[in-house]
């Protein structure tokens, strides 16, 4: 079982910037860590995900903007959001991928607004 708790979320303004953190109970079965999304009235959507090799993947609606790091001294995960727009307004959920199974947070929310 692997347990993930976020924080970070709040409400900023567009071409804010806002820090979230995700940290793991255990991280010794996890291959990849990530970050995912829901806006109101959309379906969960990939921000970005990093590997145990450091690997990332961003998603092109924030490639640029987003840039997600880890510690594994720390089991922490964290996405650095820069240039906030009003469209990446959502509750923010951390991922973390096994081998046989996703564990989620329970999320965070951010709100870009003015």
């Known amino acids: 079982q692997v347990q993930l708790v976020e924080s970070g979320g709040g409400l900023v303004q567009p071409g804010g910037s806002l820090r979230l953190s995700c940290a793991a109970s255990s991280i010794s079965r996890i291959y990849a860590m990530g970050w995912y999304r829901q806006a109101p009235g959309k379906q969960r959507e990939l921000v970005v995900t990093?590997?145990?090799?450091?690997?990332?993947n961003y998603a092109d609606s924030v490639e640029g903007r987003f840039t997600i790091s880890r510690d594994n001294g720390k089991n922490t995960v964290y996405l650095q959001m820069d240039s906030l727009k009003p469209e990446d307004t959502a509750v923010y959920y951390c991922?973390?991928?096994?081998?046989?199974?996703?564990?989620w947070g329970k999320g965070t929310l951010v709100t870009v607004s003015s």
């Open positions: 991922n973390a991928a096994t081998a046989g199974t996703d564990y």
């Open positions: 990093i590997t145990r090799s450091s690997t990332t």
